[in-house]
């Protein structure tokens, strides 16, 4: 599989979705840690992908995403940006209404599909 094909179906299969240098738990930098906390206080799962691991990925994201750094959090599909983006957000209560409407939508498509 393409590094962009995998980078798509990841997107396409992962609701919310965080790329970002070491995990949630173990962030390999202070963005991505400050990124994956802000998650976190949603109390919603997400996915990651820890770009420090998929050297591919990370050379090919940020042409794919036209968004040149890291860590990148994509909402049902789209971009909605870096670390600077995701603090404003939930400073200004705006992430935590977006993951939690997202994870409950992607919920109910789950419950009609059984």
């Known amino acids: ?13 992962n609701p ?3 790329y970002m240098k070491g995990s949630p738990k173990l962030p390999s930098c202070g963005f991505s840690s400050q990124a994956s906390q802000a998650l976190m206080q949603c109390g919603e799962q997400f996915a990651f ?9 990370r050379a090919e ?20 940006g ?7 957000m939930m400073q200004q209560g705006e ?12 919920a109910s498509d789950e419950d009609a599909a059984e």
């Open 16 to 18: 919310i979705l965080l």
């Open 49 to 57: 992908v820890d770009i420090l691991q998929n050297p591919d990925i």
């Open 95 to 106: 992430l935590q209404p977006l993951i939690k409407e997202t994870a409950a939508k992607y």
């Open 1 to 13: 599989m393409e590094t962009v094909e995998k980078i798509q179906q990841q997107i396409s299969e």
């Open 82 to 88: 870096g670390c600077d983006i995701i603090m404003e």
């Open 61 to 80: 994201l940020p042409k794919f995403a036209n968004w040149p750094t890291f860590p990148q959090l994509w909402v049902d599909g789209e971009l909605v």
